[in-house]
């Protein structure tokens, strides 16, 4: 067995312990960097038993940590730096026998080099996220409220892969599972990114949600603005 598997399977081990895993989750939940004292609090777990752990997901390529002053402050009288752990820079994927999907979609995306292919793909998208709200919509029951619709619409992002995260008035993607594609192909796979969220959308009729195109680093292109009742170019959003 070669070692990338060997790697990978250690990093399975590392999660089929409970508590570990219960860390892990909390730890990549978060938007912001965690600190041994946060986590141990979460997990309701002693501080030394969570550093334990912290860092042997460190060690397996799990999570990453970074040395920070809570205050901000440097030099004299700052104190130590406190260590904080957040997710690992590096995917984590397994698959048996390996697979490399990226390989065949990079084949698809450098194929779509015209107006009229990239076209066909944002359609083809969008059809496949008013496909994915319609289903959510009626996972939500006879009229949902809006803040079921919201609900659902995380759910669904969360399924995906995209990591959602409410911040006032909006929700952010926190991920792009589309990550490793669009650094090639940005314009392609971010349009077809924001074609099939504004699908999801259509289909869940959420008319008091608008998904808006504000690509981030390190995050995923689209964001939604919630208890906006008009479209991206101001007028009233409409369902299929």
Do not use: W
Request: proline share 5%; aromatic share 6%.
């Amino acid at each position: 067995m070669g070692e990338p598997m060997k790697d990978k399977l250690e990093q399975l081990t590392s999660l089929a312990i409970p508590v570990r895993r219960d860390l892990y989750e909390f730890v990549i939940r978060q938007d912001h960097e965690v600190s041994r004292d946060q986590a141990s609090k979460a997990v309701k777990i002693s501080r030394a038993l969570a550093a334990f752990h912290l860092d042997r997901l460190v060690a397996d390529g799990l999570l990453d940590a970074i040395y920070r002053r809570a205050s901000g402050r440097s030099g004299p009288g700052a104190g130590r730096p406190s260590k904080l752990y957040k997710r690992s820079t590096q995917p984590v994927v397994f698959t048996a026998p390996p697979q490399n999907y990226a390989l065949l979609a990079g084949i698809f995306a450098a194929s779509a080099g015209s107006k009229r292919s990239k076209e066909g793909a944002e359609d083809e998208a969008r059809r496949r996220g008013l496909e994915i709200g319609t289903e959510a919509r009626k996972r939500a029951g006879k009229a949902p409220t809006d803040r079921a619709l919201v609900g659902r619409l995380a759910d669904v992002l969360r399924e995906n892969g995209f990591e959602p995260v409410r911040k006032g008035g909006e929700l952010r993607l926190r991920n792009c599972p589309f990550d490793a594609l669009a650094n090639d192909y940005r314009d392609l796979v971010c349009g077809m990114n924001f074609a099939m969220q504004r699908g999801i959308l259509e289909g869940l009729r959420a008319r008091r949600i608008v998904a808006k195109f504000e690509p981030t680093p390190g995050a995923c292109c689209v964001a939604f603005r919630i208890g906006d009742t008009r479209n991206k170019r101001g007028q009233p959003l409409t369902a299929s």
